[in-house]
């Protein structure tokens, strides 16, 4: 069994700060673990992925993610907000690369940006 | 770049009508998922199918579902007599080769309302 959780549901930072959007995760065996993102009235784009190669994991638009096993935890970063980072993130557990299994979703961490 | 499609962006049905949504999933990919979300709520797997089979499927995939590829392109959910608690966006994804990384690709999902 797998499962995420995503530690808040809605994150809001001014423009230029950091950002963090917090996941932990359980997997009975070596998880693959995404970060989706979900942009309003748009489909789900993949930001980054963690597939037991590097444990820090560099992603699209500025966006890396550091996996922690001792931690369990998967946590999205990004050293500066742009405006256009508001949206609704996703992170996202899957069994071993191979398999046909299908992707666990959190619960979502909409993330706004102010001036 | 190659992309999942998802016909049509919005359905509107009533009530114990069937609905077919239909998606195009990436040309050399094997695996295929459906996916959905109600609204507000976090994006739920719903079957998974490779080489002609349903491999997987979860509870919500009663049998009221039914999935199909019939031409080696599209990728169809049916639901036979639709329940209003069936509004949501549904998505599709597909994966590329065996062995290969499990990333799935969504397409913009397909927005059923059932009156």
């Known amino acids: 069994a797998q499962s995420v959780t995503q530690l808040d549901s809605h994150v809001s930072v001014s423009e230029g700060t950091p950002v963090l959007l917090r996941c932990n995760y359980s997997s009975s065996y070596s998880p693959s673990l995404f970060w989706y993102v979900q942009h309003p009235n748009k489909g789900l784009q993949l930001l980054l992925k963690?597939?037991?190669?590097?444990?820090l994991v560099k992603g699209i638009n500025g966006f890396e993610a550091e996996f922690k096993k001792s931690e369990t935890s998967f946590h999205l970063t990004k050293p500066s907000a742009h405006m256009s980072d508001a949206a609704e993130y996703f992170c996202v557990v899957s069994a071993p690369t191979g398999t046909a299994s299908k992707l666990t979703f959190g619960t979502g961490t909409r993330l706004q940006v102010t001036l | 770049e190659p992309e999942v499609t998802q016909t049509p962006s919005h359905q509107v049905t009533q009530m114990g009508q069937e609905v077919i949504l239909r998606c195009v999933p990436i040309?050399?990919?094997?695996?295929f998922y459906w996916y959905r979300q109600i609204l507000g709520q976090k994006v739920e797997f719903l079957v998974s199918?490779?080489?002609?089979?349903?491999?997987?499927k979860s509870e919500i995939f009663d049998d009221q579902f039914s999935v199909e590829r019939p031409d080696g392109s599209n990728f169809t959910l049916k639901i036979r007599s639709t329940k209003l608690e069936d509004s949501a966006m549904y998505f599709c994804a597909s994966r590329g080769l065996a062995g290969g990384p499990n990333e799935q690709f969504f397409g913009p999902g397909t927005r059923l309302t059932v009156l």
């Open positions: 040309s050399n990919h094997l695996y």
């Open positions: 199918f490779y080489n002609n089979e349903i491999s997987e």
């Open positions: 963690y597939t037991s190669a590097a444990t």
